[in-house]
C-alpha cells in the first residue's frame, strides 16, 4: 500500500477543514496572496483521497522507473464551472482529459505557476443551473473555489503556441514524448499535461478578494 502523507490527520473523510490556527492553512495562504494580493481564505479544506493519491504515486514511481525525474510542482488550478466535488471525491482519475477544453496549448489538463491566472477560471458557485449535493456550505456572492495542485512536470518542453496539440512533442534525444508541455500566458508560466493521474488536488481553497472580513478570515 502507497504511504500516506505525514501530515494527513486519522479520519475517512476527504474533505479534511484546516483551520488558521496551523502553519498549514498560512503556508498555503501565503502562496495564494503571493500574486492575488488582496485575496482572502474563507475556508481551507485538505483533500485526502486515498484513491486518488494511489493513482497519482502510482504516477510518480512510474516516473522514476523509467529514469524521468518526477519533477513534483505546487500549482493552480480552477476549474471553471465544474464543480470541484467531481475531482476531488473521483475514485479513478481526479483531473481527467474528459472535462479539458482545447487552450492555447491543445486539449489538455492546464495548470498555473500563479494563483492570479487560476483566479480568472476559479470555480463561481453561482453559475451552478443545476443545485449541489455538496456538503461545502454555499458560497457568499464573492467568494471562488479553486484548487492547489501537486504536479508531476516530468520532461517538459518550452512550446509557442500550438492549439493542435493532443500530446507532448517527441524528444529526439531521450527517443521518447516529453512529458508535459510549458509556456507562458498573461503573464504566468503554465504546465499543460494530457494524460489522467498526474495531478494530485492537495487543498480546495475558497476566497475572496478585497478588503478583508474578520467574519470571515
Known amino acids: 500500500m502507497t504511504a500516506r502523507p505525514t501530515h494527513w490527520s486519522?479520519?475517512?473523510?476527504i474533505l479534511v477543514k484546516v483551520t488558521p490556527d496551523s502553519d498549514e492553512y498560512w503556508d498555503v495562504a501565503e502562496e495564494l496572496q503571493s500574486t492575488l494580493s488582496d485575496s482572502h481564505i474563507s475556508h481551507l479544506w485538505r483533500i485526502q483521497n486515498k484513491d486518488l493519491w494511489d493513482y497519482y504515486s502510482f504516477h510518480k514511481r512510474r516516473f522514476i522507473k523509467q529514469g524521468i525525474p518526477p519533477n513534483?510542482?505546487?500549482?493552480?488550478?480552477?476549474?471553471?464551472?465544474?464543480d470541484p466535488e467531481a475531482i476531488y471525491k473521483d475514485t479513478m482519475d481526479g483531473f481527467m482529459m474528459q472535462h479539458s477544453r482545447?487552450?492555447?496549448?491543445?486539449?489538455?489538463?492546464?495548470?498555473a505557476a500563479d494563483s492570479k491566472l487560476s483566479h480568472q477560471h476559479a470555480y463561481p458557485r453561482w453559475l451552478e443551473?443545476?443545485?449541489s449535493l455538496s456538503k461545502r456550505p454555499?458560497?457568499?456572492h464573492d467568494e471562488k473555489e479553486m484548487f492547489m495542485v501537486k504536479l508531476l512536470v516530468g520532461n517538459s518542453v518550452n512550446v509557442h503556441l500550438d492549439s493542435k496539440l493532443t500530446v507532448p512533442p517527441f524528444d529526439w534525444l531521450q527517443n521518447r514524448r516529453f512529458n508535459s508541455v510549458t509556456g507562458v500566458t498573461c503573464g504566468s508560466k503554465v504546465w499543460v499535461v494530457y494524460e489522467n493521474g498526474r495531478g494530485y488536488?492537495?487543498?480546495?481553497?475558497?476566497?475572496?478578494?478585497g478588503n478583508r472580513d474578520p467574519s470571515r478570515t
Request: with cysteine; aromatic share 18%.
Open 10 to 13: 486519522s479520519t475517512n473523510e
Open 72 to 82: 513534483e510542482t505546487r500549482v493552480w488550478h480552477g476549474t471553471s464551472q465544474l
Open 102 to 111: 482545447p487552450g492555447l496549448w491543445g486539449r489538455g489538463l492546464y495548470f
Open 129 to 131: 443551473t443545476s443545485p
Open 138 to 140: 454555499a458560497l457568499k
Open 201 to 209: 488536488p492537495d487543498y480546495l481553497v475558497r476566497y475572496y478578494c
